[in-house]
């Protein structure tokens, strides 16, 4: 580094203090600067032609840039992405690049031109050096080094000399003059100053002239200080620093450095000896917000206007206090009187304070103090009157030969200065706006104001009219109370909406009521649906209402305002103005809040730690806390708050079909996206996707992959709260993000670049992860699979080295992204590690790659490898170094970026750009790019946000994959505890489970109702059963917790993840106490019928009794009065019928919430298990059937599944790789068309899912029920059959992209809503049996009542009509009969194939071992079909050997009794006849004997008395004592008519009866309820040993493990040719077992294409497989492989058929020992064998005879 005019080689350097006191008013002139220069002032215009010289060189002989005559650049930002440093090499190849070479002339001075273009069209060496300088800026560096560099080249005759002795000033105005975007050029100017560099405000440059000759003017650069002064500061402190004549070259900037009234190092001053643009131009030193610097170079020539006009406008506009440096020669020696130059400086810059000024130092250069006392009075009072406050002499520090001293007495001139300025900005009303600073230049150039006004400036209007306006609108808000809704309405809706849409959401938490019953004890599972469906039902109608009222709400004042500005001429300045005086507004309110939140926080804290009681005053600081983090809430916007409400708005507007133009809008946020500037994608809390208004900006931008066929390359950051991370995007690629203590970050921000030779960029800062305010580690894992599955690369920025939790974080997402199957791409993450002092890169690659291990071992588990889901190297990893680099000046602490870590930073961007590179290599670069366009990027990152809303919870809230495999092993725990709860433990002791218990209760209950079921209270039965039914649910759900809480006992299992098992292990004892509560409602209703049959029959009895006994027997009704009279009374009988069916039938709304209880429980256990059950989520029963929130996934259009279920843009994919498929083919048919792509496979799709619903509802109201194993299997079939055959089969020709975790979601609604409508048409079947009864039973009572009523009917029509209504009555005990009949054979049957795992067994036994071909071709086509085959034929078996001989008993039973009721008739009858011809009996108390009727009349009630006391009396058999019991017990109800003929009516009776006894009706009508019965029988005993419906992968073999299990497995696997495998190559068959070695090292086809070993295979799409084979002997095996070769050997003919066109192959060993001639199967048995599955599938196969 050149250390000339008392600067040293380091930027901010600590040996800057040092120096300090190295000046004087002839200054240092090192040795290597007395050669000539070109620029020497040896004449008058030296000074000119040194400039135009420097120009030449810089700018070019053809361009004169200007940094006033450019305007706003709307162009794309071009990123000054250098990947090297500065060096001699880059300079060279600079230079070598020049349009034209420049020349060395003989004569010393000549001019030489140096023309290099950049891509701007600028000319000059300066736009060949533009780049590094910018990126030097980028990377908080300063030009020190560059101007070395050229200062080397120029010595070395490599550059003009003229490049010899710049100054970075130089090089800055240099860079300033080549930057066409004014937006650009005050970045930079920002970016300088922030380096504490003096910042050149006016300076002389090169303009066109009259005559278009070039000539130099000085001009100002106000323009620049945008960023830095557009916003009033009301305490900044203004110094002008200004010298005369005489001490022009004194050096005066040296002292302004030397004194450090800001904390900027000495050496970063502009000193002597300067460059060419030294004297004449001004430089502010505004690195301190407190206090600013107006550093004057030279002197005040009276001929330079332009300067004068520049520095006094800044003088008025911020009060200045002036340092004015002289001579003793500007001083009469006598008087002490001004020369006439100092006092027109003083006069002219109006320090008086007459005139409106704060006064002036003046500083007398080289003039100690003694030589100085005996003049001051005169001094002082001559220069009172121009308002100079004091007079300093300034010593020659040189003439100290002590270190110490000199600095000392420097340290004393500057407590001096200080103590001047403190008290003369006493009262300062700081600096106004830029705005007004413009106006004051403005009035000067035009000669209104030719020096200070008179009147205060603190007087005068500080903001400008748009910060005034706003602050208005600030102020105007708060008064309300809350000032972001006020400001923005829509904004504050819209968070509600969002809110509202998540029902979890601790917002509408805290509004709950607590979930507890009106007894004070838990909520049933039953009653929380309840709760959570009325809670829905009022969110629908909250969000009905807030839409409403986001379509209806009006723009507030300040977004009216906002509008205003961004349809401006110079939109982009305002908007960056009114972000200014936004933080300006709320720094001041937010600042207390924290301090105050700080400090409660702490007092709480500390109260915690000492374990005190809570007290009033703890409540009071947690109230306050609350009361400061709404107020915090309330000031929680920023500039991006404007354009959020703009998006709302324009939607409002186009549905309200406003006419409103947003175009000026949209082109100022496009011209602000394109230049560079940072905009939020995730905004709000919670988070929600920036809108379609943001899409259309970024779509027209553009960006297509056509101009850039690598597309764009999107680069992301994630990491800690606080490490940094906006920082490092800075310094990679000067984005622009805020930084800031903090959470400074809120959801996720980009910008978008277009670096020049590159793709263009599209830069992501995310949110700070794994933080103590951060919202739970479902929110950190959405946040970092945002990034890393919308990312080609991710920077993990950590502070410190790699740890556990980042481990742990990482791990969750692959667990997520395997899942979700979200990456477009495979991401790419490089670990950035900050703050290392030991950057030895060898400890830190040895960390990533145990990281890297573990995260394989976690991919591994997952089933896929690392390298399927990210790209990470084992050396990814970059050290960084600190950023920062403080230390004291005079006491305050000043800070610097290193050097260092700039160079660090150069090294990692270009190993971004080469690791991008090389990715962008690596993928098929004849595919399109991953995102052609912006609008591309948004539509995609528009998906992964929406899944990640809706399905992340269900994957992101473990913290670590160790705690997903925990839960997996607990579930499994509570699966064995509540498997051993409901169905007992066997073994010596046998312990009785809930359901045998259960049984037993409702069986005894049962028992009793039907014993006497016209005796007892059934509302009574009911009250006691329930009680003694939830006694015992109670009972069992106690002992499930004690046994769960002994089995989770291991360490190992956390208390919460053991907790939230025991809150789920309640639920199947509810529901199964819900089925057995079913089960006696359904007995209760059926008693309750038969007691309704009998009530019926009882009260229409009563009704003729009391109208014979009213008539005395002796009235007669006509035919319609008849008619009339039942009508009447049926109709109020029919009323109280259907209500009370009406209240025994389940509607709509229960059978929903049922199915939902049943689902959700199946669901809280399929998480557990891998793939894509995971996805799975618990819904509420609000969300199902006619009143969802959206229409069945079956009954949704084509447009609607696009948008839904397709990632956006499917269809443009699907065009273009059908444009390929015709490019490519040949010979295709060229009338294929795209049109008939979307025409066909939404439709194909739709069709597969409404026939595997229709599977689904078919079982279900086959089954008359929905249990838990069918709602599971049910689930696991949409996942693995239906799902995967929409991904791999319908998907597989059209390169259309499914959103699964979205499809997944409509098909398990879908499912819900088709089983819940299967159930209601099981309950709309019971209603109509029921009635289908009733009506039956109306037509028996009508026909009896009026048999009654009416006179023309004799004993022969009423003995009929009573044997038909006691035989009907009959009939159900022979019902009964039947029934119990066929418990009996299910029973048989379940002996023999008691459970999935021996039926199975027999299964194989009867068709491999047995070597029955035809069986084993069954066998292998449908392993299910066949099972239930061999179940149908032991059926048949069974009911054959055992149903003929006892239905030949239940039919002498029945019989018997018809027989006994015969022969009891005439008994009566002749105990009738005797009593008639004895005479009537004299009544002994009466005296007297009764009246007797008619001749010998009797009534039906004497028959009935007489049938039921005959049972009384002593059988003579069991079978007798059944026969009498039945007998009494089924007597008819009917009317107490009267028998005119006893004999009559007895023989008529007995006939019928015997014609009933002998008619076929009897044993038809037993065959027919036999048959039903063991059909019912059948399916019940089919549900019970069917089993899992899980195959094997490999073979296809029937998983035989019983009852709820998680893995599955069989102890039979079949050659995988029996199911169709083959080599993919040659076609021949697989006929490795999957057990044997060729199989265990073989490769399979995964679901997403790709081919693994089996075990990756099984762990990618089969994990419940897992572990595969286990507890198989060899021998076993060696067994079922010869069985196997047998059956191929002779089946091998039909299969070869089944399977075309699969080869044939069978190796000749094989024929020889296991071919059967004649037994072999052919080509035509296939038919018989398909047609006998079809059969079975339809349920029309029956076993023959």
């Known amino acids: 580094m050149r250390g000339q005019g008392g600067y040293s080689a380091g930027l901010d350097s600590p040996t800057g203090a040092a120096c300090r006191a190295c000046f004087s008013v002839s200054g240092l002139v090192p040795s290597s600067a007395k050669r000539l220069l070109p620029w020497r002032k040896d004449a008058s215009n030296q000074q000119d032609k040194s400039i135009r010289e420097f120009c030449d060189v810089m700018f070019g002989t053809e361009q004169v840039p200007s940094a006033h005559s450019l305007g706003p650049s709307l162009e794309p930002a071009s990123g000054a992405f250098c990947l090297e440093e500065l060096s001699a090499e880059t300079i060279r190849a600079a230079a070598q690049k020049a349009s034209s070479s420049w020349a060395r002339g003989k004569a010393e001075g000549e001019t030489f031109a140096l023309v290099v273009r950049d891509d701007s069209g600028q000319s000059g060496f ?154 004449g131009s001004c430089d502010l030193i505004c690195a301190e917000s407190g206090r600013w610097l107006i550093d004057v170079h030279g002197y005040m020539p009276s001929n330079d206007e332009e300067l004068r006009q520049a520095i006094l406008a800044m003088k008025i506009w911020g009060g200045a206090v002036l340092l004015v440096h002289c001579a003793l020669g500007d001083l009469h020696p006598r008087s002490g009187s001004p020369s006439k130059e100092l006092a027109n400086l003083l006069t002219d810059f109006g320090v008086a304070e007459n005139a409106g000024g704060r006064g002036a130092v003046l500083l007398v250069r080289d003039a100690s103090e003694d030589a100085f006392a005996p003049r001051r009075d005169a001094i002082e009072a001559a220069l009172k009157p121009f308002g100079v406050v004091d007079v300093i002499p300034v010593e020659d520090f040189r003439t100290y ?45 035009d000669g209104q104001m030719h020096r200070p006004p008179a009147q205060p400036l603190g007087t005068r209007p500080s903001s400008s009219m748009l910060g005034a306006e706003l602050v208005r609108l600030l102020e105007v808000a708060q008064s309300t109370g809350a000032v972001s809704s006020t400001l923005f309405p829509l904004s504050a809706i819209k968070r509600r909406l969002t809110a509202l849409g998540r029902p979890d959401d601790s917002s509408s938490a805290q509004h709950r009521p607590p979930a507890t019953s009106a007894a004070g004890g838990p909520l049933s599972r039953y009653e929380l649906l309840k709760l959570e469906e009325d809670r829905a039902k009022q969110r629908a109608e909250d969000i009905q209402k807030l839409e409403h009222e986001l379509g209806m709400a009006p723009a507030s004042d300040a977004f009216l305002f906002f509008e205003t500005i961004v349809a401006s001429s110079n939109p982009l300045a305002g908007v960056a103005e009114l972000s200014r005086y936004l933080e300006g507004w709320k720094e001041p309110r937010v600042a207390p809040l924290l301090d105050r939140q700080r400090h409660l926080l702490d007092r709480t804290g500390t109260a915690r730690t000492k374990e005190e009681p809570a007290s009033a005053t703890d409540a009071g600081s947690r109230y306050e806390l609350e009361s400061i983090s709404k107020e915090l809430n309330e000031l929680d916007f920023s500039i991006d708050s404007f354009w959020q409400e703009l998006e709302l708005m324009q939607a409002q507007r186009l549905q309200s079909q406003s006419h409103a133009q947003l175009g000026p809008a949209k082109a100022c946020l496009q011209a602000s996206l394109a230049a560079g500037q940072p905009f939020q994608i995730l905004h709000g809390r919670p988070l929600q996707m920036a809108g379609n208004f943001l899409r259309s900006v970024l779509e027209s931008i553009g960006a297509h992959h056509e101009a850039d066929p690598r597309g764009i390359y999107v680069v992301s950051v994630i990491g800690a709260q606080s490490s940094a991370k906006s920082t490092l995007l800075n310094f990679l690629f000067g984005c622009g993000f805020a930084v800031s203590s903090g959470r400074c970050t809120r959801g996720l921000y980009a910008s978008y670049f277009r670096p020049e030779g590159r793709p263009p960029m599209l830069v992501l800062d995310s949110e700070g992860l794994l933080s103590l305010g951060s919202e739970g580690s479902t929110f950190d894992g959405q946040i970092a699979l945002m990034c890393i599955t919308c990312s080609h690369l991710v920077l993990v920025n950590n502070k410190g080295e790699l740890s556990r939790q980042l481990q742990d974080l990482l791990e969750i997402c692959l667990f997520a992204m395997k899942h979700l199957r979200l990456a477009r791409l495979q991401p790419r993450l490089a670990f950035v590690l900050r703050d290392q002092h030991d950057r030895s890169r060898t400890v830190h690659e040895d960390m990533l790659k145990t990281m890297r291990s573990h995260l394989e071992d976690a991919a591994r588990s997952l089933g896929s490898p690392l390298q399927d889901l990210i790209l990470m190297d084992g050396t990814a990893v970059f050290l960084l170094p600190s950023a920062v680099t403080s230390e004291l000046r005079q006491g305050t602490e000043v800070c610097w970026t290193s050097e260092l870590f700039s160079r660090e930073v150069l090294q ?98 049962v028992s009793r109702i039907h014993a006497s079921p016209t005796k007892l209270d059934l509302d009574t039965t009911d009250m006691e059963l329930c009680r003694a039914l939830a006694h015992l649910r109670d009972d069992y759900v106690a002992k499930l917790e004690d046994l769960f809480r002994e089995k989770a006992a291991d360490p190992r299992f956390s208390t919460t993840a053991k907790e939230q098992a025991r809150q789920q292990i309640r639920t199947p004892i509810e ?344 069986d084993v071709l069954e066998y292998v086509l449908d392993t299910n079909a066949y099972l239930e085959k061999q179940f149908l034929i032991i059926f048949h078996q069974q009911k054959r050997s055992y149903v003929g001989a006892a239905r030949s008993r239940v039919e002498k ?108 009706e009897l044993p038809q009508r037993l065959g027919v309820s036999l048959e039903k019965a063991l059909r019912e029988q059948s399916i019940q005993a089919w549900g019970l040993i069917r089993g899992c419906s899980e195959r094997c992968p490999l073979c296809g073999s029937k998983c035989d493990l019983v009852g709820e299990h998680a893995r599955h497995q069989c102890a039979h696997h079949l050659f995988p040719a029996f199911h169709g495998w083959m080599d993919r190559m040659t076609g021949l068959p697989s006929f490795n077992h999957c057990l044997c070695k060729d199989t265990l090292e073989g490769t399979y086809e995964c679901k997403d294409g790709a081919w693994r070993k089996l075990d990756e295979y099984l762990r990618a799409d089969h994990p419940n497989w897992l572990p595969f084979g286990s507890g198989a002997s060899p021998a076993a095996v060696q067994k079922d492989t010869q069985l196997l070769r047998a059956a191929w050997t002779n089946i091998r003919e039909p299969l070869l058929e089944y399977f075309s066109p699969m080869s044939d192959e069978c190796p000749e060993e094989w024929r020889k020992d296991y071919y059967e001639e004649g037994r072999a199967l052919g080509r035509q048995d296939l038919q018989a064998a398909k047609d006998t599955i079809r059969k079975l599938r339809l349920r029309k196969w029956s076993p023959p005879d």
């Open 126 to 279: 300066a736009a060949g050096l533009r780049p590094h300088l910018e990126d030097l800026l980028v990377r908080r560096q300063g030009f020190r080094a560059a101007v070395d560099l050229l200062a080397a080249a120029a010595d070395a005759g490599e550059l003009p000399r003229s490049l010899a002795e710049l100054t970075p000033k130089e090089l800055f105005v240099a860079l300033l003059l080549v930057t066409p975007s004014l937006r650009r050029r005050v970045y930079l100017a920002a970016a300088y100053a922030a380096l504490r560099l003096p910042l050149p405000v006016v300076f002389r440059q090169p303009v066109v002239g009259i005559a278009g000759v070039r000539e130099l003017r000085t001009k100002h650069s106000f323009e620049l200080l945008h960023e830095l002064a557009c916003v009033p500061h009301t305490t900044r402190q203004l110094v002008l620093n200004v010298g005369t004549e005489k001490v022009s070259a004194c050096g005066k900037t040296t002292l302004l450095g030397a004194l450090a009234l800001v904390a900027a190092a000495e050496t970063d001053f502009d000193v002597q000896p300067a460059g060419p643009l030294h004297g």
């Open 401 to 445: 030969r002590s270190t110490a001293r000199r600095s000392g007495a420097a340290e004393k001139l500057r407590s001096r200065v200080l103590a001047i300025l403190q008290r003369q900005f006493v009262g300062c009303r700081g600096t106004p706006s830029l705005e007004e600073l413009l106006k004051i230049h403005s009035l000067v150039v």
């Open 908 to 1005: 990692l961007r270009a190993e971004v750009f080469r690791w991008l590179q090389e990715d962008s290599q690596r993928r098929n670069s004849a595919q399109p790019p991953e995102f052609g366009s912006l609008a591309q990027w948004y539509d995609y990152a528009a998906t992964v946000w929406e899944t990640l809303d809706q399905f992340g919870q269900q994957l992101l809230h473990c913290r670590t994959i160790h705690e997903i495999e925990q839960r997996r092993e607990l579930a499994d725990v509570a699966k064995s505890a509540v498997r051993e709860a409901l169905d007992g433990v066997d073994g010596e002791t046998h312990s009785g489970g809930f359901h045998e218990r259960a049984r037993q209760l409702v069986d005894s209950f």
């Open 1071 to 1414: 529901w199964a106490f819900e089925n057995h509560l079913y089960t006696w409602k359904l007995h209760l209703k059926k008693a309750s019928d038969e007691r309704a049959m009998h009530e019926l029959w009882v009260h229409f009895t009563g009704v003729l009794n009391r109208h014979l006994a009213g008539s005395g027997h002796r009235s007669v009704l006509s035919q319609t009065e008849s008619q009339e009279l039942f009508e009447a009374e049926w109709r109020l009988y029919e009323a109280s019928f259907l209500e009370r069916l009406k209240g025994l039938t389940k509607d709509w709304q229960t059978l929903v919430h049922e199915v939902t209880l049943l689902f959700n429980h199946a669901v809280g256990k399929l998480q557990h298990e891998a793939g894509a059950l995971a996805l799975l989520k618990e819904i509420g029963p609000q969300q199902l059937g006619r009143h969802g929130p959206q229409r069945c996934l079956t009954e949704q259009t084509d447009e609607e599944w696009e948008e839904q279920y397709f990632h956006v843009g499917w269809w443009n994919t699907m065009k273009m790789h059908g444009l390929a498929l015709l490019q490519n083919a040949g010979n295709l048919d060229n009338s294929i068309n795209m049109s008939s792509l979307r025409s066909s496979v939404i439709p194909r799709m739709r069709q597969v899912v409404q026939q595997g619903l229709q599977q689904r509802r078919m079982e279900v109201r086959g089954r008359s029920e929905l249990d838990e194993a069918t709602a599971a299997d049910a689930l696991r079939h949409i996942v693995n059959v239906v799902l995967h055959d929409l991904e791999t089969r319908l998907l597989a020709d059209c390169s259309a992209t499914l959103k699964r975790p979205q499809m997944l979601h409509a098909l398990h609604a879908a499912l819900r809503t088709a089983c819940a409508e299967a159930l209601e048409d099981v309950e709309t079947d019971k209603q109509k049996a029921a009635m289908t009864e009733l009506l039956a039973q109306k037509t028996l009572v009508e026909e009896h009542f009026l048999l009654i009523v009416q006179a023309n009917k004799g004993d022969v029509e009423k003995a009929t009509n009573f044997a038909t209504l006691y035989h009907r009555s009959l009939a159900s005990w022979l019902d009964h009969e039947v029934t119990q009949l066929a418990a009996e054979v299910r029973s048989k049957v379940l002996q023999e194939m008691p459970d999935p795992q021996k039926s199975s067994e027999r299964a194989f036994q009867m068709s491999f071992a047995s070597r029955s071909w035809p």
């Open 1453 to 1560: 039973r029945v019989l018997g009794a018809y027989r006994l009721l015969q022969d009891i008739i005439g008994q009566w009858m002749r105990k009738v006849q005797e009593t008639s011809l004895k005479g009537p009996e004299i009544d002994v108390a009466m005296g007297k004997a009764p009246t007797a009727s008619k001749g010998s009349q009797r009534s039906v009630r004497e028959l009935k008395d007489f049938i039921a006391t005959h049972a009384e009396k002593i059988p003579a058999n069991a079978d007798s004592a059944e026969a009498h019991r039945q007998l009494a017990e089924r007597l008819p109800a009917t009317a107490d008519f009267q028998v005119a003929d006893p004999k009559l009516f007895c023989e008529t009776l007995q006939a019928r009866l015997g014609d009933y006894a002998d008619s076929p």
